[in-house]
């Protein structure tokens, strides 16, 4: 792939010098600064900025000089303080920005969206696999926002990696075998009545994490 480097400038502020007089015709008042700033680019659009520059104006007799060398020593003092005020702009770092964005676009959606976040772990970091777990399992959730309130789930399904259950919706009453019953068979939301999880991830929030504890 080619890859367009370049670097570019862009205005960052223009100001009148309204004490100092023009060296070349006299005349006080008429010169102005402009101080730009030097970006790197890619394929046109800036990295980041690595310099400033100035240039002086006339307004009466256009004399222009674009270099702080080249200008006259009455002319740098007020042309340097302009220049430590002006600001990069925030589009000098318009690439870096644009790959902030997209690294944590990447993560964002690796963290928020994944709904089997073990699944993302390498290799060398999967958890067991639950093995244990068997169709007809109920358990409890622990650990909730509130210590009275839980809710229940029971496993409809199993295939090699997947474990699939049921949940209830948030129950108060003190639990039973038969409330139990009742509450998985009454209770259980509609709209997606069974949800899945990766056997490891099971593994994570029964044995790891303790968020469910067999109940049966
Ligand atoms: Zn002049």
């Known amino acids: ?8 400038s862009s205005r960052l502020l223009t ?28 394929f046109w659009t800036p990295i980041f900025p690595f310099s400033k520059l100035s240039v002086t104006v006339c307004g009466h007799c256009q ?19 302009l220049q430590q005020q002006a600001r990069y702009p925030i589009s000098n770092f318009a690439v870096l920005i644009l790959f902030g964005l997209a690294l944590a676009f990447i993560f964002g959606v690796g963290w928020f969206s994944d709904p ?15 093995t244990d777990v068997m169709e007809g399992a109920r358990y409890k959730t622990i650990g909730m926002t509130d210590e009275d309130t839980y ?4 496993v409809t399904r199993l295939t090699a990696d997947t474990v699939y259950f049921k949940t209830t919706g948030l ?11 009742v509450a998985l068979r009454d209770s259980v939301p509609a709209g ?17 994490e303790g968020r469910f504890r067999r109940i049966n």
Request: net charge positive; hydrophobic share 40%.
């Open 1 to 8: 792939m080619l890859f367009f480097y370049g670097t570019g």
């Open 15 to 42: 100001a009148p010098l309204l004490t100092t007089s023009c060296t070349h015709c006299g005349t006080t008042g008429q010169l102005s600064a402009t101080v730009f700033s030097r970006y790197a680019s890619l």
């Open 63 to 81: 004399q222009t000089i674009a270099r702080l060398k080249q200008m006259p020593e009455g002319y740098r003092p007020p042309v340097q303080q």
């Open 116 to 130: 089997t976040p073990a699944t993302a772990l390498s290799a060398a970091e999967q958890p067991v696999v639950e």
């Open 151 to 154: 809710a229940l789930a029971e």
């Open 171 to 181: 129950l108060r009453s003190p639990l039973t075998a038969a409330s139990a019953t």
């Open 192 to 208: 997606v009545p069974i949800s899945k999880y990766p056997r490891n991830l099971w593994h994570f929030l029964v044995q790891g």
